[in-house]
Nanobody, 124 residues
Framework: QVQLVESGGRLVQAGDSLRLSCAAS????????MGWFRQAPGKKRDFVAG????????VYADSVKGRFTISRDNAKNTVYLQMDSLQPEDTAVYYC?????????????????WGQGTQVTVSS
């Protein structure tokens, strides 16, 4: 089992930055690819960014490319999502996920473990 706890979400203004963190405990963190997903009210959960076990492979959704940066610190068992130039359409609950393989990093069914989510709200 892997337990994931997200933090860092809050209300911000358009154009602001936020850094989300996801702390993992349980099994060896470095064994897992990690992903960030988001879900707005009434919408499906969408892929945001993913990073392979080593950090060599990084993938972004087109909607966040150039604005968001995913990173991981295997020594701290933590994955981060730096979000810059936030826009109201980025408003959602953000979830981190662990598991799977880098080749399927965009897909929710690639992941075995999920956090509880952290709310990000961007006002215009």
């Amino acid at each position: 089992q892997v337990q994931l706890v997200e933090s860092g979400g809050r209300l911000v203004q358009a154009g602001d930055s936020l850094r989300l963190s996801c702390a993992a405990s349980g099994r060896t963190f470095s064994n897992y690819a990690m992903g960030w997903f988001r879900q707005a009210p009434g919408k499906k959960r969408d892929f945001v960014a993913g990073i392979s076990r080593s950090g060599i492979t990084i993938v972004y959704a087109d909607s966040v490319k150039g604005r968001f940066t995913i990173s991981r610190d295997n020594a701290k068992n933590t994955v981060y999502l730096q979000m810059d130039s936030l826009q109201p359409e980025d408003t959602a609950v953000y979830y981190c996920a662990a598991g799977g393989v880098a080749s399927r990093i965009r897909f929710t069914d690639n992941y075995d473990y999920w956090g509880q989510g952290t709310q990000v709200t961007v006002s215009s």
